[in-house]
T-cell receptor
Framework: SAVISQKPSRDICQRGTSLTIQCQVD?????MFWYRQQPGQSLTLIAT?????????ESGFVIDKFPISRPNLTFSTLTVSNMSPEDSSIYLC???????????FGQGTRLTVV | AQTVTQSQPEMSVQEAETVTLSCTYD???????LFWYKQPPSRQMILVIR??????QNATENRFSVNFQKAAKSFSLKISDSQLGDAAMYFC??????????FGTGTRLKVLA
């Protein structure tokens, strides 16, 4: 299994500002994923981040709003840009399980935009 | 498009009793996996159980078992001898081996003492 550290665990931000969320894994992984979980809702995939290439975004998510970096095989960041109250959500980092068939998740970042 | 449907927003079970959470899915993939994840208030997504679609035998993990009906595209989770620590949101998810999951809307399980 993989141990994932996500920072910050929570934050309250002013509208119009940006927040960068960090995801650190204790082992090298090829694929990392970012999910959004809006209040009372399910998880929705934002993008897939592979090392050495640009992130692949799902429908409804764009790079200008959610830029992602993947500088190496153990680290990724997601930035939520020009935030509005509608961006208030939990953001979760996930990584491939390697030989295991399941993905592993970080503990999430609870973002509140005021 | 892949979809996962959980029709029970909330369920309650008495401690030590058995409860079944429902999940149906739709996928065009021939090779896929199904999962149940638990999300307690800590927000950590914890894998409860997984099922490979090519396996006919239902997966079992201690008090947790699934009823996988491939033709009906149904994947329910049975929790036996429910414990207070089982209280959480439970999400059903499907994936095709790319680790990109489609999640259901979740079922909040309450365990009554």
């Amino acid at each position: 299994s993989a141990v994932i550290s996500q920072k910050p665990s929570r934050d309250i931000c002013q509208r119009g500002t940006s927040l960068t969320i960090q995801c650190q894994v204790d082992s090298q992984v090829t694929m990392m994923f970012w999910y959004r979980q809006q209040p009372g809702q399910s998880l929705t995939l934002i993008a897939t981040a592979n090392q050495g290439s640009e992130a692949t975004y799902e429908s409804g998510f764009v790079i200008d709003k959610f830029p992602i970096s993947r500088p190496n095989l153990t680290f990724s960041t997601l930035t939520v840009s020009n935030m509005s109250p509608e961006d208030s959500s939990i953001y979760l980092c996930s990584v491939e399980g390697g030989l295991s068939t399941e993905a592993f998740f970080g503990q999430g970042t609870r973002l509140t935009v005021v | 498009a892949q979809t996962v449907t959980q029709s029970q927003p909330e369920m309650s079970v008495q401690e030590a009793e058995t409860v079944t959470l429902s999940c149906t899915y739709d996928t065009s993939e021939s090779d896929y996996y199904l999962f149940w994840y638990k999300q307690p208030p800590s927000r950590q997504m914890i894998l409860v159980i997984r099922q490979e679609a090519y396996k006919q035998q239902n997966a079992t993990e201690n008090r947790f078992s699934v009823n996988f009906q491939k033709a009906a595209k149904s994947f329910s989770l049975k929790i036996s001898d429910s414990q207070l620590g089982d209280a959480a949101m439970y999400f059903c998810a499907s994936g095709s081996g790319t680790y990109k999951y489609i999640f259901g809307t979740g079922t909040r399980l309450k365990v009554l003492a």
